[in-house]
């Protein structure tokens, strides 16, 4: 695998961790702080339709799962494990998925876009990784 390839999957899967840890918190936290009404939560009318009453479940699925998932990417493809490619599938794939539910209830942001093309960013490197794009029977075609 490519050290330069590797080095910048382990860097976007580490950045989008991180801040999806972050801000997956910040709404957990905030959404048991009854008291709390500073801007940190969306407004909860974005949870209407929705399985959620407050925004501490999604933040918890935010900071866990896809933070948590990315996270371990991040660390599975830095220290060149086998199973990296695999992280990073499953936790771009989870972002993806996480981006296209949120899409449904809360109203377009430009984070939304820059997390999906993250998302579709961490793919690409793993087909990269995989030597997809230098497989003998695409240069064929």
Same mark, same amino acid.
């Given at each position: 695998?490519? %050290? ?20 997956g918190s ?5 959404a048991?702080?009854?008291?709390n ?8 009318s ?7 009453a ?9 900071a ?14 830095? %220290? ?13 794939f ?21 997390y ?8 690409g490197?793993?087909?990269?990784i ?9 240069? %064929?075609?």
């Amino acid at each position: 695998m490519s %050290r330069s390839i590797r080095f910048s999957l382990t860097l976007l899967a580490a950045a989008i961790g991180l801040t999806a840890m972050a801000g997956g918190s910040a709404l957990a936290l905030a959404a048991a702080d009854a008291s709390n009404t500073g801007g940190i939560p969306p407004d909860n009318s974005f949870l209407e339709g929705s399985p959620f009453a407050s925004y501490l479940i999604p933040g918890l699925l935010l900071a866990v799962v896809v933070g948590g998932l990315h996270l371990l990417a991040a660390f599975l493809v830095g %220290r060149g494990s086998q199973f990296g490619p695999l992280a990073a599938t499953i936790a771009a794939f989870g972002l993806l998925i996480w981006i296209f539910v949120q899409m449904v209830f809360i109203p377009f942001s430009p984070l939304q876009a820059i997390y999906f093309v993250a998302g579709l960013g961490e793919l690409g490197f793993v087909l990269l990784i995989l030597g997809v794009l230098h497989h003998p029977e695409l240069n %064929r075609l």
